[in-house]
């Protein structure tokens, strides 16, 4: 079984920064790409960023030259630095993985369970 969980979020003021952690453990072969979606009051989710096996990132536009996204192989773990928020920004933060569960096997999604951040003064 293959848990992701997230940590980090929380209340900060505009213009100020968090940093979100997204840790996968259980029976994982190796993960593919990473990212984070989010989730709006009242809007669908959203993609935000995606980070791939090799390292190479992307962004929302939305969220681009403010946030940073980073991965750590060792510890099957994702990171999103998140940099002068804005009010916007507040939704519940998702990880998402693609888990490769045995040699040869296609990746396989996985999704956290969220992680609240509110950005307001």
């Known amino acids: 079984q293959v848990q992701l969980v997230e940590s980090g979020g929380g209340l900060v003021q505009p213009g100020g920064s968090l940093r979100l952690s997204c840790a996968a453990s259980g029976r994982i072969f190796s993960l593919n790409d990473m990212g984070w979606y989010r989730q709006a009051p009242g809007k669908q989710r959203e993609w935000v960023v995606t980070?791939?096996?090799?390292?190479?990132?992307h962004y929302a536009d939305s969220v681009k030259g403010r946030f940073t996204i980073s991965r750590d192989n060792a510890k099957n773990t994702v990171y999103l630095e998140m940099n002068s928020l804005k009010p916007e920004d507040t939704a519940v933060y998702y990880c998402?993985?693609?888990?490769?569960?045995?040699?040869?096997?296609?990746?396989?999604?996985?999704w956290g369970q969220g992680t609240q951040v509110t950005v307001s003064s």
């Open positions: 980070i791939t096996s090799g390292g190479s990132t």
């Open positions: 998402n993985a693609g888990v490769i569960l045995f040699l040869g096997s296609l990746p396989k999604a996985y």
